[in-house]
């Protein structure tokens, strides 16, 4: 842990280690055009995003354009995506949204936050994803990971996910946000879970994390090694 650096030092620090892990920054939902993209963001709600690659293949066949979904009844849709969790509003979402931007937005996706979260199914952290992956507008959509890593890492409290973002935001430099969101998700896969953490394997936390958590955590293993 390294307590005599500042804040903003710190921040540059946890990018550098990021930048250094992850210089190439794939999007983790299959999609070929912002319409592909903003179903999959839709149907990954409580479900892995493999999970939702798996079933976007076998839904888009059927229909890959809101002029095709609309022509599947919300039944045929619920059939296809069961398998995601939460098919019932999850098909009724995707297809009202269809319907929407065929009739509100000529067809396309419109690349505009207000109007993505009037959609029926879409929230603020389903807007930013699209906004963030599918046009390239800066944006910093909170997800569970980030939510967990910014709090362990001391960059926010933790009381809430839109207080994470408005930190995240003010902490990070704006032109990195969209591939930072990115980063921060893969690193807590991989070196930062929820459960089964390491305080070996994950360097960001062992150097610049919350003190208190820390000492949680060393706390904890020195129980299990009595």
């Keep these: 842990m390294t ?24 999007i983790p939902l299959d999609h070929k055009d912002p319409y592909t993209l903003l179903v999959a963001v839709l149907l990954s709600a409580q479900c892995t995003d493999e999970r939702a690659n798996q079933i976007t293949p076998k839904l888009f066949a059927r229909a890959d354009n809101p002029y095709d979904m609309v022509m599947l009844s919300i039944d045929e849709i619920k059939e296809i995506i069961k398998p995601c969790g939460l098919s019932p509003m999850k098909s009724k979402g995707i297809w009202h949204l269809s319907d929407m931007i065929i009739k509100q937005h000529n067809g396309q996706v419109p690349a505009d936050f207000k109007a993505l979260e009037a959609m029926p199914g ?31 890492w001391g960059l926010s409290n933790g009381k809430s996910v839109e207080q994470t973002e408005r930190d995240a935001k003010r902490l990070f430099p704006k032109e990195k946000w969209n591939d930072l969101h990115l980063q921060i998700i893969y690193y807590g896969r991989e070196y930062c879970p929820a459960r ?24 904890a293993q020195s ?4």
């Design 196 to 219: 089964g953490f390491s305080l070996d394997k994950c360097i960001i936390t062992r150097q610049y994390g919350r003190k208190s958590f820390i000492n949680e955590v060393l706390k």
């Design 223 to 226: 129980k299990k090694k009595k």
């Design 122 to 152: 879409v929230g603020h952290k389903t807007a930013s994803v699209v906004m963030a992956q599918a046009f390239g507008i800066p944006a910093f959509p909170v997800d569970t990971h980030i939510h967990r890593l910014m709090y362990r």
């Design 3 to 26: 307590p005599s650096l500042s804040k903003q030092e710190k921040v540059k620090a946890i990018v550098a280690i990021l930048d250094e892990l992850y210089p190439e920054v794939p």
